[in-house]
């Protein structure tokens, strides 16, 4: 089993940055495709950024110029530095992350989410 823990959620000023984190354990072997989603109140949830194992990233429209996506292999941890943030952005943010374990299986995590908030 693989378990994700986000971190760095908070309050924040229109126009400030945050960084996110999303630490992954367990029995990893590797991990493909690690993600961010993102749901706001009252809407479906959305992806926010993908990034893959050799770094190839993609980013929705809405995030494109503000946000980005990063990973050390190394930690098992993906990160979303967002800039430039404005009211829209708030939501909860979700890491979402694909590979195997030791034991050969595939694993679909996802973490618990972390509350952003942006607010004057």
């Known amino acids: 089993q693989v378990q994700l823990v986000e971190s760095g959620g908070g309050l924040v000023q229109p126009g400030g940055s945050l960084r996110l984190s999303c630490a992954a354990s367990?029995?990893?072997?590797?991990?493909?495709?690690m993600r961010w989603y993102r749901q706001a109140p009252g809407k479906q949830r959305e992806l926010v950024a993908a990034i893959t194992s050799g770094g190839t990233t993609n980013y929705a429209d809405s995030v494109k110029g503000r946000f980005t996506i990063s990973r050390d292999n190394a930690k098992n941890t993906a990160y979303l530095q967002m800039n430039s943030l404005n009211p829209e952005d708030t939501a909860v943010y979700y890491c979402?992350?694909?590979?195997?374990?030791?034991?050969?299986?595939?694993?679909?995590?996802w973490g618990q989410g972390t509350q952003v908030t942006v607010s004057s």
């Open positions: 979402n992350a694909q590979g195997l374990i030791v034991a050969g299986s595939i694993f679909h995590s």
């Open positions: 367990g029995s990893i072997f590797s991990i493909n495709a």
